[in-house]
């Protein structure tokens, strides 16, 4: 029973920043890896970052890297997306996630999901 909660998406224009958020309701034996996902208009969910329960591993979908990062805050049971340099592909509804294990890159091995949270990026 971990209920996971987005904040901080909004409307952006290309260039400019955000953060999301997203907070746990709990730690269990399930929670580990978190990341994030996103699901564009007649499109596939897709892999994002992810992050170790530690914070000290870290995975960045390809297609972000350079420009997006993560990071954990355990005492807050909280993670954060920063994105920077925002594309228009980035407009998209974006998950959170917890409880992956092994190499946290894939949908599946996750067992919570968020309600998602929506970023617009116009060009």
């Known amino acids: 029973q971990v209920i996971l909660t987005e904040s901080g998406g909004g409307s952006a224009q290309a260039g400019d920043s955000l953060r999301l958020a997203c907070v746990a309701s709990?730690?269990?034996?399930?929670?580990?890896?978190m990341g994030w996902f996103r699901q564009a208009p007649e499109k596939e969910r897709e892999f994002v970052a992810s992050?170790?329960?530690?914070?000290?591993?870290?995975w960045i979908a390809d297609s972000v890297k350079g420009r997006f990062t993560i990071d954990r805050d355990n005492s807050k049971n909280t993670v954060y997306l920063q994105m920077n340099s925002l594309k228009p592909e980035a407009a998209a509804v974006y998950y959170c996630a917890s409880g992956a294990g092994g190499i946290p890159i894939d949908s599946g091995r996750y067992y919570y999901w968020g309600q998602g949270t929506q970023v617009t990026v116009s060009s």
């Open positions: 709990a730690r269990s034996d399930r929670s580990g890896a």
């Open positions: 992050i170790s329960t530690s914070g000290f591993n870290k």
